[in-house]
């Protein structure tokens, strides 16, 4: 054991005296090979952070939100429709939901205008987002004017401002009383845009989704799973878009790796030939190669996935934030709460370290069990 | 020490350009003596000298290693033959660019295992033994020829082998320092090494040093003296 260890430290530090003695090639792949674990590490990285974070968000949403459909578009909740859902079992709590967008032109951008069912603001006050407090920058107590659809000009006073950790679903949101809402946007009396269910046993969502179906067949239930489920695969969508650009890259790597991997240099086959010549044993080349890829797919992983952890998690991934986020042109800022996932981490590494690795190891094989004699022939 | 019967090696063998570099080679070498290869370019002298060094196999015939038959080990045996009794040095020197002096000594030592504070104190003793200790840290490209030399045979030493090989070690020196190498290997041969070179330049063959020498041509021997 104590002979084995000896001999692979002779060989990391034999490769190690290699990887330095061809510093420029060497630290040129490092570079690109870093870049690209970079890239990789920060789209999965940021896109897992974003799903937990807009799961942690939403966990405190309704279970089931009703709409109306007509003609398969959403449309107002009618008077009475709130009477026959509460004759429904199982349903703890329900509440008329006031919501809609505005596209306010100065900014070019659709906020959401909402009623709160807690604590509205006092008529003639709103409650802004963070990013509409950036982009129109306003601060408490400051006055807005919004043109409603009706082409009458509304003016509000900005009551407060949304804290920053609830940015991601509350980025565009405008909060104000259901007096100014239904005054913006001429909103008959009695209709709401939609209904917020509370159920007090979560096995009996699916249930009452059946039921809500059954006795409001024009009714659409949306189950805060399935919410869930959409934010994920949004985050995944975007995701496979920059993997998508991402591949060029990676097809470009692989060029590289394989270039380097299959054309072993003269130089390099002349040092095998050598090295064999002296009594290194086919082993022992194949062992020494091997270590210098998995230093260079190593090194490469390593600095790769800390620059992407600190780009995503220190740095909000500035690089890649307009397409994963895509929150309209409102980006929510907010800092993302760093989470590595195992199973995340050890897919990286098997896409990257392995095939570098192995693809190294093929040509390094041919060339050492060459005989060799051929070092005689110089 | 070592005996050959029956060496015949074929380069293409069952191709067209099919080619027999040695063709019927009955040879024994003695053991701690000089014995030198000669013949002119192209007449099997360094395809014998690897087949006795066990860099390759014959197509054809056998090796003995002190009665042992090796010509039809595998190569990982043929490997530690190769690294525990035979020590070579090449026309070319064959030296890892980018590395001392030392560490070029030390690297035929690596696969063993030996603890490196022996190997470099081996290796420093031998570097003094020629005179080249106060190179020992300059990369072997900065070396003058002479010099490369010398640390192609310490690194040839440094598992302490019974036979040294050298393939035209005077081929790319000057008289002087061919002259030095003779030196050297009047020195080695006094500590009881078997040296067996190939060469055509009259100052090695025509040596005192050398004390047996065999001409070959066209891959056959052509006297046995």
């Known amino acids: ?378 | 020490m070592i005996e050959l019967s029956g060496i015949r090696k074929a380069f293409n063998q069952g191709r067209d350009n099919e080619y027999w570099a040695l063709d019927g080679i009955d040879l024994s070498i003695e053991a701690n003596k000089v014995t030198a290869l000669r013949g002119p370019s192209g007449s099997g002298k360094t395809t014998l000298l690897t087949i006795i060094g066990c860099l390759a196999r014959p197509t054809e015939g056998r090796v003995r290693l002190e009665g042992e038959d090796i010509s039809g080990l595998p190569e990982r045996f043929l490997t530690e033959i190769r690294r525990k009794r035979f020590g070579f040095i090449f026309q070319q020197f064959n030296l890892i660019k980018g590395l001392s002096a030392l560490d070029n000594i030390i690297l035929p030592a690596y696969p063993t295992g030996r603890p490196r504070r022996e190997l470099l104190d081996r290796a420093e003793e031998l570097l003094a033994g020629l005179k080249l200790a106060h190179r020992r840290n300059a990369k072997v490209e900065w070396l003058s020829g002479g010099e490369q030399q010398r640390v192609a045979i310490c690194r040839a030493l440094i598992n302490d082998p019974e036979l040294v090989i050298a393939d035209e070690p005077t081929a790319n020196l000057d008289t002087h320092l061919a002259g030095e190498f003779m030196g050297i290997l009047e020195s080695l041969a006094g500590q009881g090494r078997t040296i067996l070179l190939t060469s055509h330049d009259p100052l090695v063959v025509e040596s005192d040093v050398v004390q047996r020498v065999i001409d070959m041509r066209d891959g056959k021997l052509i006297c046995h003296e």
């Open chain 1, 1 to 378: 054991m104590k002979l084995w260890l000896a001999k692979q430290r002779y060989l990391i530090d034999f490769t190690l005296a290699s990887l330095a003695r061809r510093k420029t090639r060497n630290l040129g792949l490092l570079f690109v090979y870093t870049v690209l674990v970079f890239m990789l590490a920060s789209v999965t990285l940021y896109t897992h952070a974003l799903r937990q974070e807009a799961a942690r968000v939403l966990a405190a949403s309704p279970e089931v939100i009703v709409q109306r459909m007509v003609a398969g578009r959403h449309d107002l909740i009618p008077p009475g429709y709130m009477e026959k859902i509460g004759r429904i079992r199982g349903v703890q709590k329900m509440e008329g939901r006031l919501w809609g967008y505005y596209y306010d032109a100065v900014t070019k951008a659709n906020y959401t205008f909402m009623v709160p069912a807690e604590n509205p603001p006092a008529a003639g006050e709103i409650i802004v987002g963070p990013a509409l407090e950036r982009s129109r920058g306003l601060a408490k107590n400051n006055g807005i004017s919004f043109r409603s659809y009706s082409g009458k000009l509304h003016t509000f006073i900005v009551a407060d401002v949304l804290p920053q950790a609830s940015e991601l679903v509350s980025a565009d949101l405008v909060l104000m009383s259901e007096q100014n809402f239904r005054a913006f946007f001429d909103y008959p009396a009695g209709h709401y845009t939609d209904i917020a269910l509370s159920v007090a046993n979560p096995q009996e969502v699916r249930n009452v989704a059946v039921k809500l179906a059954a006795a409001l067949p024009d009714a659409r239930p949306i189950l805060r799973d399935e919410v869930l489920r959409t934010y994920a695969s949004i985050y995944d969508w975007r995701e496979g878009i920059v993997l998508a650009l991402l591949s060029a890259a990676i097809l470009a790597f692989g060029i590289l790796a394989w270039e380097k991997a299959s054309g072993l240099s003269a130089e390099e086959k002349r040092e095998i030939g050598i090295l064999k010549a002296i009594g290194w044993e086919t082993g022992d080349v194949i062992k020494m190669k091997f270590w210098e890829g998995l230093l260079i797919s190593l090194t490469a992983f390593l600095a790769g996935f800390v620059a992407a952890y600190v780009h995503v998690f220190h740095f909000a991934a500035s690089l890649f934030e307009p397409v994963l986020k895509g929150w309209a042109v409102l980006y929510p800022r907010f800092q993302l709460t760093p989470h590595i996932d195992g199973l995340q981490v050890a897919t990286l590494f098997f896409f990257t370290v392995v095939p570098y690795a192995a693809a190294v190891l093929v040509p390094i094989w041919k060339a050492a069990i060459t005989d060799p004699d051929s070092v005689m022939r110089g």
